[in-house]
């Protein structure tokens, strides 16, 4: 009996153990399958479906309700540096008024300025007049320069030549003394 056990055991063990190993495999497979399709389906049914934008930069504007005093960034006091009678004044020059740039804010009678501006003008061209005339009198005391050293240079030559004529006694000592008192004249003048 005991060889009897044996091979039953054998024959168990020859054609059961795979039996089970491959029915055990088999059931491994299916239940890891079913898992993989249980997942997908529930993986479909968490993916919402959305509508994509392309986004672009752009300024928004807040507005903002409350209560309370807002202040400005910016604030200025504006002075004028003229002074004269204003013949216009712009609707938001008050105070937390708003002007755009360029606005005019006030204007001022332009009667006034215009007679001081042409009194102004008359001053430069005057002045300019002025320039001129002393221009050309500068050129006209450089020329009579320029002319009165001609003159003491003609004066010394002559004193020169006038000397020697009165060593050798070609003139007289009232012609020598004549063109010295010509030299020195001509050299007074150009001091």
């Known amino acids: 009996m005991q060889k009897n056990s044996l091979s039953i055991?054998?024959?168990i063990l020859k054609w059961g153990l795979p039996a089970v190993i491959?029915?055990?495999g088999l059931s491994v497979i299916k239940s890891m399958t079913v898992g993989k399709e249980?997942?997908?389906?529930?993986q479909d049914k968490k993916i919402p479906i959305v509508d994509a934008l392309v986004l672009q930069r752009e300024d928004i504007s807040l507005d903002i309700e409350g209560f309370g005093t807002v202040r400005s960034q910016k604030?200025?006091?504006?002075?004028?540096?003229?002074?004269?009678e204003i013949i216009f004044?712009?609707?938001a020059f008050v105070e937390g008024g708003f002007?755009?740039?360029d606005d005019i804010i006030i204007e001022f009678d332009p009667e006034d300025y215009s007679q001081k501006l042409n009194a102004a003008v008359a001053?430069?061209?005057?002045?300019?007049?002025?320039?001129?005339?002393?221009?050309q009198q500068h050129k006209y005391m450089n020329d009579l320069m320029k002319l009165m050293k001609q003159k003491l240079a003609l004066a010394k030559a002559e004193l020169k030549r006038q000397k020697l004529s009165?060593?050798?006694?070609h003139i007289s000592a009232q012609q020598l003394e004549k063109s010295q008192s010509a030299y020195i004249q001509n050299h007074q003048m150009e001091n």
């Open 22 to 24: 491959i029915l055990m």
């Open 89 to 91: 004044v712009h609707n």
């Open 75 to 84: 604030e200025m006091d504006i002075m004028s540096e003229l002074t004269g």
């Open 123 to 135: 001053d430069v061209n005057i002045v300019r007049a002025t320039i001129e005339e002393l221009k």
């Open 38 to 42: 249980k997942l997908a389906v529930v």
């Open 9 to 11: 055991i054998r024959l």
């Open 99 to 101: 002007v755009k740039k």
């Open 166 to 169: 009165r060593k050798k006694g």
